[in-house]
């Protein structure tokens, strides 16, 4: 038992050392059970204070392992709770019942300084042993997300194809089918007139052909170099919409052109997206419109270009059945930052509306992700 010079104990040994037994076979389980062992050792360190024991770094030793276990084994605020309750109950003990004429500095600062200070290694400890861990695991959340974030680009590119494949066999099919019926009804009467509309038919099926080919040809860029490739077909766009309009005469549809506004460049992908949603609507009014003429509008204004597709009346396309026409057209327009807007017009007829981004808009507001081609 540890006195100050010159000074008789407080209190026979035997207490003193008894505690201290409990507390070093309290060390024992520290791993198993951290925080049981910090209570035990506690209890022996308060007692031993109570009983006028002077609170030596030796007295500590167990409640200062203890500490220091529960700190590499827990959290923070764990080891931090304990630790401070420990600083109080002994700082209390000692100032109530420690040994008399003991410095108000020992008192205060030593159990303060001998706790605080295994805490704060432990659980420096605890993060350095972890940091391997929490690097290994934000490498495996950075793995899955890359892989989940290539599983989505892949389904947004089928979708695409879909799309894409859609139009074209739907476009072209329907202005076939028309053309090679044009030809039945013309060949008993009108043969030169039947051999103009077999040209068309052979030109809109070579067209057909191209685009599909230019499109199932994504699906094999993925693969091996196969040596040189042919010239890309080029992209359609709001430049092609007279060749456009041009296909439907010979399914008997007349289509009129108009632009409104001061013309302004679009991106790649709504230039693409603008052509297709209005190759599908033409396609739908020769399909389901008993109707002869057709309106397209491009309606440019300070920042978005209005694409109006109008029919002249008649029966009206039938968009809310089981085909993807529409869905395919608002999608279209989603992926580019846009929107449809398709009903029945109040003088007879059905339109199909959409809005797009210009590309000084996006310019204007900072946007750095193109929208993706569809």
Not at 10 to 24: D, I
Not at 28 to 56: E, I, K, N, W
Not at 206 to 230: F, H, I, M, N, Q
Not at 234 to 247: E, I, K, N, V, Y
Request: proline share 7%.
């Amino acid at each position: 038992m540890i006195t100050f010079p010159g000074r008789e104990p407080a209190a026979p040994w035997w207490p003193g050392v008894l505690l201290a037994a409990v507390a070093c076979a309290a060390l024992v389980q520290r791993c198993r059970h951290p925080r049981r062992t910090v209570l035990l050792t506690l209890g022996c360190a308060v007692a031993a204070s109570a009983l006028g024991y002077l609170l030596t770094v030796l007295l500590l030793t167990p409640l200062i392992l203890a500490l220091y276990a529960l700190a590499a084994a827990t959290d923070r605020r764990t080891a931090n709770t304990f630790a401070l309750v420990a600083v109080a109950l002994l700082i209390g003990t000692g100032l109530l019942a420690g040994p008399p004429g003991e410095p108000l500095v020992l008192k205060l600062l030593g159990p303060a300084a001998w706790l605080l200070l295994p805490t704060s290694l432990g659980t420096v400890n605890r993060l350095r042993a972890a940091y391997p861990d929490a690097v290994q695991a934000r490498a495996d959340h950075a793995e899955r997300t890359r892989e989940e974030e290539a599983r989505r680009r892949v389904a947004e590119e089928r979708m695409r194809i879909a799309r894409d494949l859609h139009d074209v066999v739907a476009h072209h099919l329907v202005l076939a089918n028309l053309q090679a019926g044009a030809v039945a009804r013309q060949l008993p009467g009108r043969p030169e007139e039947a051999a103009r509309l077999t040209a068309e038919l052979a030109g809109t099926t070579a067209s057909a052909l191209r685009e599909l080919k230019a499109t199932v040809g994504l699906l094999r860029e993925a693969g091996a170099d196969p040596g040189p490739r042919p010239a890309a077909t080029p992209t359609p766009g709001l430049a092609h919409l007279p060749q456009l309009a041009a296909s439907f005469r010979g399914a008997g549809l007349e289509v009129t052109v108009s632009t409104e506004g001061d013309p302004r460049p679009l991106t790649a992908g709504a230039d693409l997206t603008a052509y297709r949603i209005v190759q599908e609507a033409l396609t739908n009014v020769t399909k389901h419109a008993a109707v002869g003429t057709a309106d397209v509008r491009l309606v440019y204004a300070d920042d978005r270009l209005a694409v109006m597709v109008t029919d002249g009346g008649g029966k009206p396309p039938a968009g809310g059945g089981g085909g993807y026409g529409i869905v395919g057209m608002r999608e279209r327009a989603r992926s580019a930052g846009g929107r449809v807007r398709t009903g029945h017009r109040p003088g007879g007829g059905f339109e199909v509306v959409t809005e797009l981004p210009l590309r000084e808009r996006r310019a204007k507001e900072g946007e750095t992700n193109e929208s993706h081609p569809v």
